[in-house]
């Protein structure tokens, strides 16, 4: 088309009549009138050419060493922190963020792990020592001498709604492993109860009635006693002598009067590393 408008322009057209005659010609297709306008100008002024005269580009990318380090820097100062605030941060587009922290320092945004506590050099060398026991006492007799482990603990129900998983999320490096946090007390509506587990699954569970404190007293009485049904119904040709107990180092496990009543029933209590509560399924 600007060469059909050159040379109608060098025959003396005007601009409305190139128009028109394109419109003609090409129907729809035909460029509108201010670009013939704008053709006929340029000719008429000397113009020989019909490509577009050189004119800046795209803007300077964004993208830059900079702005890299300051969004890192921003994501390591603050992980959880989001997209949007980024951009409104640093003055970039939510797009050019998300590329940025995906593709230049290949970060990926993962849900925090909750733990119930930071185990200090002495406590996870404590820890396996303890694994390193059991090992040596269940690998001579294979998997069946599992089924002889009974292991419960008391564990709090709270009411209260659990945050969505996405308040947990913060950003990491691609090869990075999931952060974990601490998990605060909740001040809320809780009771207690008490679940053991064995090879099948919950056997036992009991509920602390309000008013009521988990003491030695209550947990050989009340909890105990259950327990050693439990097994007696669940194993009636197996001695009690064959369980294996592993619970933590609570009060109630350590007083003098459980500590006796196991001793009486021959039951033997697996070493427990201290406060490792997630090796006891209530606390998972």
């Given at each position: 088309m600007r060469f059909y408008i050159f040379m109608l322009c060098k025959h003396g057209g005007s601009a409305k009549l190139i128009h028109e005659t394109?419109?003609?010609?090409?129907?729809?297709?035909?460029?509108?009138?201010?670009?013939?306008?704008?053709?006929?100008?340029?000719?008429?002024?000397?113009?020989?050419?019909?490509?577009?005269?050189?004119?800046?580009?795209?803007?300077?990318?964004?993208?830059?060493?900079?702005?890299?380090?300051?969004?890192?820097?921003?994501?390591?100062?603050?992980?959880?922190?989001?997209?949007?605030?980024?951009?409104?941060?640093?003055?970039?587009?939510?797009?050019?963020?998300?590329?940025?922290?995906?593709?230049?320092?290949?970060?990926?945004?993962?849900?925090?792990?909750?733990?119930?506590?930071?185990?200090?050099?002495?406590q996870k060398r404590e820890r396996v020592r303890c694994a390193m026991e059991l090992l040596n006492m269940f690998e001579p007799h294979g998997p069946e001498r599992?089924?002889?482990?009974?292991?419960?603990?008391?564990?709090?129900?709270?009411?209260?709604?659990?945050?969505?998983?996405?308040?947990?999320?913060?950003?990491?490096?691609?090869?990075?492993?999931?952060?974990?946090?601490?998990?605060?007390?909740?001040?809320?509506?809780?009771?207690?109860?008490?679940v053991f587990f064995n090879y099948s699954g919950p056997f036992v569970v009991g509920l602390l009635p309000q008013d009521t404190t988990m003491n030695a007293t209550y947990y050989v009485r009340n909890i105990f006693s259950q327990v050693k049904s439990a097994i007696n119904e669940q194993r009636p040709k197996v001695s009690t002598s064959r369980t294996l107990l592993f619970h933590d180092n609570a009060g109630p496990h350590k007083a003098r009067a459980t500590t006796q009543s196991l001793r009486d029933l021959e039951i033997q209590v697996l070493p427990h590393p201290t406060y490792s509560p997630d090796l006891v399924p209530c606390d998972f």
């Open positions: 394109l419109q003609t010609v090409c129907g729809d297709c035909a460029c509108s009138y201010q670009i013939v306008c704008r053709w006929v100008k340029e000719f008429n002024e000397g113009k020989e050419s019909l490509s577009d005269c050189p004119r800046p580009g795209r803007p300077k990318s964004c993208v830059n060493e900079q702005t890299i380090a300051s969004i890192k820097k921003d994501i390591d100062e603050d992980p959880p922190i989001s997209v949007r605030v980024l951009s409104d941060t640093n003055g970039l587009l939510y797009g050019t963020v998300h590329t940025i922290i995906t593709e230049d320092p290949r970060m990926k945004k993962v849900c925090t792990r909750w733990i119930p506590l930071m185990l200090t050099v002495d599992l089924s002889d482990i009974v292991t419960g603990d008391e564990t709090w129900f709270l009411f209260f709604i659990i945050p969505p998983k996405r308040l947990n999320c913060m950003w990491v490096d691609g090869q990075g492993d999931r952060p974990v946090v601490l998990r605060p007390g909740f001040q809320s509506r809780k009771r207690m109860f008490t």
